[in-house]
């Protein structure tokens, strides 16, 4: 694989992600957007495609590239905590005080729907969960009792006790209520209400959540201090999952994020990942300090896995962040901070595949080698003094030794197998002391000859065959191509140049461009240009198309170019370009 395709991926890579594929890796919303959201409660969809995650501070709505926050119209203060319910088409947000407010998209607003201190003869209450039925009615779960609001008149239907307990749908027509003392089926149309399972064994069995699993006919119970449980509609039986181990932490979300597996959110120990079936611990997610791509914050309060494969996650501290379920289409490499294991710098300016498949990156701090097979990475160069730490361009030559060429000290020579420093080739040389210290760009042609060239000084060719240097003319050059067998493209900082390369004649070729890359295809000089958009020049006929922001491209100012499935790639200043010719 060439330097050219490495360095177009990494162009478009601006995100960093860990190295390891498999892992999960959290987008934090606050990092994304550069808002400060924390304490959040809860999160949904609605139908337009809006996410929407709720805190004491403000509702905020996400999109893939803006965000919104709305306030809502509180009437009495004391709010701890905000959650949200999309059912219906309806957007709820409701506190813990009692307030209910419903969004208007035609006025784009949350207004007060229902104030429960008005209507409650009691100035002391919480207010656990909301659902919405088909209808359209309220089931709302307070430590006073279970209340239905219908049309506008709010109903007591089963008084609770005081102990924490929590609610959720079996189907249209039935709710699951899990309290202290068991569990209960309610219908919702007869208000008839029926113990399903009585609980005489677990003490303080105090519910925070619940997940009902409607392809095992299954119900999870997280509790506030007692761990995890599964109660079994077919077998009536309720088992205590991983008993022993499992965190004894309050438990505030449960989602199931795939047909086998489930996530349990958990307050202060992040989130497990359990195997539905034989509720077997897969994964723990957890805040990494040293990895910023770690789940922001332990507290988790609520999980949504949206149809898109994605998986939002609220934390206390962290605010919003989020995971993709689904593969990745691009895997992006990244520093890990105090882990030599990695990429040496976050800033790559050149990457070469070798002849054993081992990737090596040129940055700003150093030289990476990565061992792909073994996912063993060696550094070389980085946070060194006394030579360059900045390296632009790498390649590999016939022999299979490592070029890199460096910004300020010159041209590394060094062994593919050892990283081995071979030779260095600078102004300090008598033979180049005319050449350029700052090389951009070394290229090698057909006939397995070097062309290396830069900033102030002159560019050179390193004939493979004779073992020695031939220097040429002082020119600022940013990339070569390669025309013909013995005809050489200088794109240069302000025109494109021809060198024969047996006379050393070298003539103009395309004028009056600044040029980052070229590419030839046929009759074709494709030549990415800074600020002028892509340049489509036969130099058979001398036509010249421009292809820029108006037919396309995302910026003017393009890096790099390859040709791959029968379309050009290109590295813009504005993200990765696809463009069919």
Known sequence: MTKKYWLTAILFLHLAFSLD???????????????????????????NGFIWT??????????????RIYQLPYEKAGALIVKLIYKHSKLIAYTNNGQIFSYNSTFDRFELLIDLYKTINNEKFDVYNLLIDHSG?????????????????LTLIDKVSQERYSISWYDEQHLNIA???????????????????????VSSFFVSSLFFDKTENKLWIGTFSKGLFCFNFGSATLDHILESTFPRQPILAIEANSESTILVGIDGQGIWELDKKKSQVLNVYKENDDDPYSLPGNGVYDIFCDQYKRVWVCTFSGGVSFYELASPLIDQITHHANNANSLVNNDVNGIIEDSDG????????????????SNQWK????????????????????????????????????????????AHYSRDNKELSSVSNFIFDIFKDSQGDLWIGGNNGKFICYQSKENKFKTYTEESISSFAELSHNQILLGCSNRILLLNKQTGDINDFLPDYVVQDMLVLGDIVWVATSGEGLVEYNYKDGTIKKYTTHEGLPSNFLNSIIYADNCLWIGTESGLCRFNP
């Open 21 to 47: 594929v498999l892992a999960v890796k959290f987008y934090s919303i606050n990092s994304l957007f550069g808002i400060s959201s924390r304490v959040t409660s809860s999160i949904c969809k609605d139908d």
């Open 54 to 67: 709720s805190s004491k501070t403000g509702i905020l709505r996400l999109t893939d590239d803006d965000y």
């Open 137 to 153: 009615d309220y089931w709302i779960a307070l430590n006073l009792g279970l209340y239905r609001y219908h049309s506008g008149k």
């Open 179 to 201: 309290k202290p003392e068991g569990i209960w089926s309610l219908n919702i149309q007869s208000l008839k209400s029926k113990c399903i399972y009585e609980n005489t064994s």
């Open 358 to 373: 081992k990737i090596w990156f040129a940055t700003n701090n150093g030289i990476s080698c990565w061992d792909v097979a």
């Open 379 to 422: 550094n070389f160069y980085y946070n060194k003094l006394k030579q360059a730490q900045v390296f632009l361009a790498l390649c590999e030559d016939d022999q299979g030794r490592i070029w890199a060429g460096s910004y300020s000290s010159g041209i590394y020579v060094l062994d593919r197998k050892t990283g081995r420093e071979l």
